[in-house]
């Protein structure tokens, strides 16, 4: 019989944007790069690629979301050192904007603890 209990937690992993569920050569078609650039943008620091048991590369949607912004840039005449900077900054960015957020709101309603 087929233990069918952690089957939706598995499946609801698929769907998180940090589960490492896109091969290179999928992230690779997907973004319409190549694989040289996916790794290009892990050197130079713009996120650390998953392993799989096999030690292949795997990209969650969050990781193809930076890639494909830095391509982007880079499409646009930017030098790849500068457009991973600058999509670290703008990631940096928008997480200091949700905190202000969060704070701002527990601001105007202490009550609430959230």
Known sequence: ?????????????IKEPDFPG????TAAEALGVTPGFLRSVESAGLFEAHRSGGGHRRYSRDDLQL?????????DGM?????????????????AQAMIEIL???????????
């Open 67 to 75: 890639a494909d912004r830095a391509r982007h840039l880079v499409d």
């Open 22 to 25: 896109f091969t290179m050569g």
């Open 104 to 114: 701002r709101r527990r601001l105007d309603h202490p009550e609430d603890g959230s």
């Open 79 to 95: 030098r790849l050192d500068a457009a991973v900077r600058v999509v670290q900054l703008e990631y940096q960015l928008a997480a």
């Open 1 to 13: 019989m087929v233990d069918t209990r952690n089957v939706p937690t598995a499946l609801s992993a």
